[in-house]
C-alpha cells in the first residue's frame, strides 16, 4: 500500500526516490511509460568519477552530488513533463533539485523498504552500486515530509496503478 503525504496539485515533474535498489529504475520507468511521459535515469547525470567512486566502494559525499544535482536540475528545466529515478536522499538535495523548476513543480515518490529485502535485491543486480555501499544510503536517507510513501515489499504493477490513479 502506498501512503500519501501532502498531494501536489501541479505536479509536472516526478521523482521516484529511496535508497540504491528499493526499485527506482523499476518503477520510474513503467510510471512514465504508463503516463506517456519522458523517463531519465540520474545515474546517468553522474560523472565518471562518482562511478569510479562507488564502484570502489566509496561512499559519495555532499560535494561529489552538487554537481550531480546540478545536472539532474538542469534536464528538468528541460524535460518539465518526465519522470526522474534519483535516490535525492536528503531534504538539501530534494530542495536543490526541486529549486531548479520550483517545489511545487515535482512531485515526490519515496520508495520505502526494510533493508534486508532491499540488500537481498542488491545481490541479485548487476549495477556499479555495490551492496555493501547500503549502509551508508540508509545513514544519508532522511524520509521525505511531503511524498507519496510506497511500500517496496508490493509488486511494481501494484505500486505504478496505485499512482496512476493518485496523479490522473
Known amino acids: ?14 521523482v521516484v526516490m ?15 511509460e504508463a503516463l506517456s511521459i519522458l523517463y531519465f535515469d540520474a545515474d546517468d547525470f553522474h560523472p565518471q568519477e562518482n ?8 561512499a559519495l559525499n555532499d560535494a561529489d552530488r552538487i554537481p550531480w544535482l546540478d545536472k539532474i ?3 528538468m528545466i528541460e524535460n518539465t513533463s518526465s519522470v526522474f529515478a534519483c535516490s535525492a536522499l536528503k531534504q538539501k538535495y530534494r530542495e536543490q533539485l526541486a529549486s531548479a523548476v520550483a517545489p511545487e513543480k515535482i512531485i515526490w515518490v519515496y520508495l520505502k ?9 542488491m545481490l541479485s543486480r548487476n549495477h556499479f552500486m555495490p551492496a555493501s555501499l547500503l549502509d551508508s544510503q540508509f545513514e544519508a536517507l532522511e524520509e521525505p515530509k511531503q511524498a507519496l510513501y510506497c511500500d517496496i515489499a508490493k509488486l511494481p504493477e501494484d505500486i505504478v496503478s496505485w499512482l496512476i490513479q493518485f496523479l490522473q
Open 1 to 14: 500500500m502506498c501512503i500519501l503525504h501532502e498531494k501536489n496539485e501541479s505536479m509536472q515533474i516526478i
Open 18 to 32: 529511496g535508497v540504491s535498489g528499493s526499485g527506482k529504475s523499476t518503477i520510474a520507468k513503467m510510471l512514465a
Open 51 to 58: 562511478l569510479d567512486k562507488m564502484q570502489g566502494g566509496e
Open 73 to 75: 536540475g538542469a534536464a
Open 113 to 121: 523498504g526494510d533493508k534486508e529485502l532491499i540488500h537481498q535485491r
